[in-house]
């Protein structure tokens, strides 16, 4: 009997956006969207637990802008607005 292969969560599937394939980054925003629409963080703390930093925003984040969290607790505003990540500042 073979042994079943559990899916991978998102955490070990995540990459950079820029080494993504456009089929990769479709199944990432309707995972990402499904989780803010359900209001589970489930993935987040997945993915600070197998040292993946997460990102999101809040209310007051600048437009075009949003917050990268690091596992250890560290944040830093960053913006995607030319295609590739580009550090903002320190939080």
Not at 2 to 10: F, H
Not at 46 to 54: D, N, W
Not at 67 to 87: C, H, M, N, Q
Request: charged share 35%.
């Amino acid at each position: 009997m073979t042994p079943k292969v559990a899916e991978a969560g998102i955490a070990e599937r995540i990459k950079p956006f820029s080494e993504m394939t456009q089929v990769e980054l479709d199944e990432f925003d309707r995972e990402f969207e499904a989780a803010l629409e359900a209001g589970d963080d489930s993935a987040a703390r997945e993915s600070l637990a197998a040292g993946v930093p997460i990102y999101y925003a809040e209310e007051d984040t600048p437009e075009r802008a949003v917050i990268k969290e690091y596992p250890g607790g560290r944040r830093e505003l960053v913006t995607f607005a030319d295609g590739s990540e580009v550090f903002l500042s320190p939080l």
